[in-house]
Nanobody, 114 residues
C-alpha cells in the first residue's frame, strides 16, 4: 500500500512563493504519472498539475505560468514550485497518482493572505 506524505505548505502573502514536496512509499512511484490536486473550503478537489510517466506536463489554466511540477524518481518525491501566489490558491494540496488510485495523504495547507 502506497503512503503519500505532503509537506511544505504555510501562510504566505500574495505574490509570494512556496515549494511543496510529496514523498511516496514503496516502489511504484517511478512507473506512475503523478499529479498535484487541491481542495479549497466548500469546493471539490481539483487537478492542479500533472507530470506523466514519460515526462510530459500539464497545468490547470488557473496556475499555468505560475506553478512548476517536477519529480525525482530516485527519491520517490514529487514537487510543486508555486510562484506569484494569489488568495484563490488557498487550499489543502494533495499529491497522488494520475488518475488518482492511492489512498490520499493528509495534504498540506497553503494559505495566501495579507
Amino acid at each position: 500500500q502506497v503512503q503519500l506524505v505532503e509537506s511544505g505548505g504555510g501562510l504566505v502573502q500574495p505574490g509570494g512563493s512556496l515549494r511543496l514536496s510529496c514523498v511516496a512509499s514503496g516502489s511504484l512511484f517511478g512507473v506512475k504519472s503523478m499529479a498535484w490536486y487541491r481542495q479549497a473550503p466548500g469546493k471539490e478537489r481539483e487537478l492542479v498539475a500533472t507530470i506523466f510517466r514519460y515526462g510530459g506536463i500539464n497545468y490547470g489554466d488557473s496556475v499555468k505560468g505560475r506553478f512548476t511540477i517536477s519529480r525525482d524518481n530516485t527519491k520517490n518525491t514529487l514537487y510543486l514550485q508555486m510562484n506569484s501566489l494569489k488568495p484563490e490558491d488557498t487550499a489543502v494540496y494533495y499529491c497522488n497518482s494520475y488518475p488518482s488510485e492511492w489512498p490520499w495523504g493528509q495534504g498540506t495547507q497553503v494559505t495566501v493572505s495579507s
